[in-house]
């Protein structure tokens, strides 16, 4: 995987389980929140830390899967 995602302040991250049998490893995968739009189209791709298998699952089948920090405080207003 390749480590571009460093040099952006803000990323999201998903995680799934590898699919290979017998493996079962959690894999993360990070993208950039720059342009995020919420595309159940385009499939997170992953590579497993444990076996190395690289696939792709899509957004709806995710284990887990953060939010860009700003979309979280969009509704916090300063007194």
């Known amino acids: 995987m ?3 995602w460093e040099e952006f302040d803000d990323v999201i991250t998903a995680g799934t389980c ?7 490893a959690l ?4 993208r950039a929140t ?4 919420h ?8 590579t497993c830390p444990r076996c190395g298998m ?6 709806d089948e995710l284990v ?3 939010v860009p920090k ?3 405080l969009a509704k916090v207003h300063a007194a």
Request: glycine share 6%.
């Open 34 to 37: 720059d342009g995020v739009e």
């Open 27 to 30: 894999a993360v995968a990070y």
């Open 39 to 46: 595309d159940d189209a385009e499939p997170w791709e992953f």
């Open 18 to 24: 590898c699919p290979t049998p017998d493996c079962g």
């Open 64 to 66: 887990l899967q953060s």
């Open 54 to 59: 690289e696939f792709a699952v899509p957004e």
């Open 2 to 4: 390749p480590h571009d």
């Open 70 to 72: 700003d979309w979280l």
